[in-house]
């Protein structure tokens, strides 16, 4: 099962799938219209975005601060942003939903829901850098590394003027749209099944005078959006009002790394095996404790980008709602749910503390060897721990800092949409190489390519030699409802250095909202299932054993 919080979450099936993987080889999505920045048709409206917010009025050695209110998830808390005229920002959501990103010019950090800080990959880290840049200035200094293009002719009588801007060597091609003034009003953003949108709106001025008063600038203040609202990334939806904006002395340590703050623990006379419920499905449930209490299985998915529970155990636990974010997964669909806290979340010899839960619709099983399903579990349990699992049916959770891998190689692990990826080759028109998900909650499939990967993958065109797409062999259901797909034949397929020759695969034939240009597909239980996997996401690293 795949189900990811705030970019591709939930809903049970015999298949729930997401999107995510980065192509090292292929790019799902070419762009035909790359051009270097300061080109000569883009130059002249850059030049003007400059004027029209005073950029080059930015006082060196300072930092631009902006705090005012903020709603996030339908919650209420305090909002802080702090730019520099180099790059670097900062932006704190203080409350009960903290959210932290900091970018220090070279690393960009991000904590969300708790202080455990993570360097965010692949659509995470371009589209902060993006929000930031766009909102702070930097996107307008000739040496921010970014490629920006007209998408359209300039004509003032055509509407607005429309820029298609990537970060260097990046894949998203963000549409960013400037006003009558040629300030940024819109940023757009290609995700999984649509895009998300930023607005900037209420420009002020910010005055120079009070923080720089030795006469060495001329003009103007800098005018900066004091009203930025839109989606930080799928489902979570945020509005910050600037209510003070003022240009302060420069702390790098704002910037740079801070601290965790450890909300788990590890028991170390409760042993790391994990007794788990296999269903007949291949899906791996496993029983958790919420406030001390035993309130059933929870499916355990490595494909899950968050942990959820039911609607009504919520409530006979007592667990207040609290906001509102949205759930999606392959298929397009999305449904709306509230968020819980609960005190305290026990699996084995792990402890979680004060963990956001999700609201999760009732799935395909209401019950495993007579025990009740009450929820999921995944990244929230898997960036605290090391994870053992074996899809046919073992799992050992180990503290990070105590862990020793005893045999074998760690891998680079590649986290995107909260979920783990790895690199795979395979046969296809030629030899491709790629990121996969791993997800054990796949369970009954080896691997599946996305639609769009498929198509651009010639997949589709393999029936009959022709170049129309094969009539799919069946349906699915998606966490975000129905998809077709049908079985193709690879020549080879190989991770981990391991190589399977043939493999049938499952192919999405038609749309399936999981258009991502870093998505090729998922590898699922069945190809795992010979294999013990060693999964460390705080050292972003894997390792693929046999069993």
């Known amino acids: ?41 883009v130059a002249p409206i850059l030049s003007a975005a400059r004027r029209a917010i005073g950029w080059g009025s930015w006082p060196t050695g300072l930092c631009l601060r902006l705090s005012g209110t903020l709603t996030y ?160 990334s799928f489902g979570s939806r945020f509005s910050l009002v600037a209510q003070t904006a003022a240009f302060e002395p420069l702390v790098q340590e704002r910037f740079g790394p801070a601290p965790d703050r450890v909300d788990a623990s590890f028991d170390a006379d409760v ?86 839960l999700i609201d999760t619709p009732p799935g395909m099983h209401s019950e495993v060897d007579g025990i009740p399903v009450v929820g999921v579990l995944g990244w929230d349990i898997l960036l605290r721990s090391v994870v053992e699992l074996e899809a046919a049916g073992g799992l050992r959770l180990y503290d990070p800092a105590q862990y020793r891998l005893a045999a074998g190689e760690w891998l680079p692990l590649t986290l995107h949409y909260k979920v783990p990826y790895v690199s795979a080759r395979f046969e296809a028109e030629d030899e491709v190489e790629g990121l996969f998900m791993l997800d054990c909650g796949a369970a009954g499939i080896t691997a599946l390519f996305f639609h769009d990967a498929a198509q651009t993958l010639g997949l589709l065109a393999r029936a009959g030699g022709g170049s129309e797409p094969g009539e799919p062999d069946s349906t699915g259901r998606g966490a975000g409802g129905m998809f077709q797909h049908r079985r193709e034949e690879l020549a080879w397929f190989d991770f981990a250095g391991r190589r399977q020759e043939p493999l049938s695969v499952l192919v999405s034939t038609a749309p399936d909202g999981e258009a991502d240009p870093y998505s090729l597909g998922l590898i699922g239980g069945e190809l795992l299932s010979p294999f013990r996997v060693v999964l460390d996401y705080a050292g972003r690293r894997v390792a693929i054993l046999p069993r």
């Open 1 to 41: 099962m795949s189900i990811h919080l705030f970019a591709r979450p939930l809903v049970q099936l015999v298949l729930v799938l997401l999107a995510g993987a980065c192509l090292p080889v292929l790019h799902a999505y070419p762009s035909a219209s790359r051009a270097a920045r300061g080109s000569e048709d």
């Open 73 to 232: 998830l339908g919650v209420d808390e305090r909002g802080v942003t702090e730019f520099t005229s180099d790059g670097r920002l900062r932006q704190a959501f203080e409350g009960e939903l903290e959210r932290e990103v900091r970018f220090d010019g070279e690393v960009l950090r991000l904590a969300e829901h708790a202080r455990l800080w993570r360097e965010p990959q692949l659509f995470a880290r371009e589209v902060e850098l993006l929000r930031g840049w766009l909102h702070g200035g930097y996107w307008l200094d000739p040496g921010a590394p970014l490629e920006i293009a007209l998408a359209v002719p300039a004509d003032a009588a055509a509407g607005p003027t429309v820029l298609l801007v990537r970060l260097a060597g990046g894949l998203l091609e963000a549409r960013v749209e400037l006003d009558s003034e040629h300030r940024v009003r819109l940023l757009s953003v290609p995700s999984g099944d649509g895009f998300l949108r930023t607005e900037f709106e209420e420009y002020s001025e910010v005055a120079r005078e009070a923080a720089w008063a030795d006469g060495a600038f001329v003009g103007s203040g800098v005018r900066i959006a004091h009203r930025v609202s839109g989606e930080l």
């Open 271 to 356: 042993p790391a095996e994990i007794v788990v419920h296999r269903a007949r499905s291949g899906h791996l449930f496993v029983s958790a404790l919420v406030n001390g209490e035993d309130v059933g299985l929870f499916l355990f998915d490595t494909g899950a980008g968050f942990s959820g529970l039911r609607v009504s155990v919520a409530e006979e636990l007592g667990l207040a709602p609290f906001g509102e974010t949205r759930l999606t997964g392959m298929g397009g669909g999305v449904t709306r749910a509230g968020l819980r806290r609960a005190r305290t979340l026990q699996l084995g010899p792990l402890t979680v503390t004060d963990l956001l």
